[in-house]
């Protein structure tokens, strides 16, 4: 079985600070593992995706994720927050068959 | 690439009445479609995968008397909501695999009133 925790479900920084969103999977199997991005009343947007190759995985809007497997960790990061940042975050593991989802974290973006 | 989209976007109905949605891979084909549900504040919730040419397999708990998906097609796949109550309004995200990741649609809000 899968699993996704995703540590903090409301993160709030200043503009300009770093971002960083905790995600720790538990998995029977080398995992494939998500970052998705979700706007009001949208669908989601996949950010990026770790899936047995480089450990240190860039994605889209200058976003990044760091696969540790000994810490059980794939935490999402950012140097510099954006106001266009502001969403729901959600953390996955599986792949091309079920998805398990982390219980998202609302990140807010102030001035 | 990889761009899935859905319609329709919002749809209010009665109660009673039966809805259908549409979830397309537009620049890809997928032989393996998702359909999740979504209340508000909360994580996506599985309701059922759609195999192309194929019976949906649904999770448990989800009705599939109620929820009736079709795959007829690569690209299409759809949900229809039938006997629509209140309860079954919500948020719908539906995804098309592409090898190994899952791209989803836009959502469609359901609204039975």
């Known amino acids: 079985a899968q699993s996704v925790t995703q540590l903090g479900s409301h993160v709030s920084v200043s503009e300009g600070a770093l971002v960083l969103l905790r995600c720790n999977y538990s998995?029977?199997?080398?995992?494939?593992l998500f970052w998705y991005v979700q706007y009001p009343n949208q669908g989601l947007q996949l950010l990026l995706k770790?899936?047995?190759?480089?450990?240190l995985v860039k994605g889209i809007n200058g976003f990044e994720a760091e696969f540790k497997k000994s810490e059980t960790s794939f935490h999402l990061t950012k140097p510099s927050a954006h106001m266009s940042d502001a969403a729901e975050y959600f953390c996955a593991v599986g792949g091309g068959n079920k998805l398990t989802f982390g219980t998202g974290t609302q990140l807010k973006v102030e001035l | 690439g990889a761009v899935v989209s859905q319609h329709p976007s919002r749809v209010i109905c009665k109660s009673g009445t039966s809805v259908k949605i549409e979830c397309r891979s537009l620049?890809?084909?997928?032989?393996?479609m998702f359909w999740y549900r979504q209340f508000p504040k909360q994580s996506l919730m599985l309701m059922a995968t759609?195999?192309?040419?194929?019976?949906?397999?649904?999770e448990q708990g989800v009705e599939k008397d109620k929820f009736l998906i079709n795959h007829a097609s690569l690209t299409l796949s759809t949900l229809t909501v039938t006997s629509a109550h209140p309860e079954d309004s919500s948020f719908y995200i539906c995804?098309?695999?592409?090898?190994?990741?899952?791209?989803f649609g836009p959502g469609t809000r359901l609204t039975v009133l």
């Open positions: 998995s029977s199997v080398p995992p494939y």
């Open positions: 770790y899936t047995s190759a480089a450990t």
């Open positions: 620049d890809f084909q997928a032989t393996t």
């Open positions: 995804s098309a695999r592409d090898r190994d990741t899952q791209y």
């Open positions: 759609s195999n192309e040419g194929s019976k949906a397999t649904y």
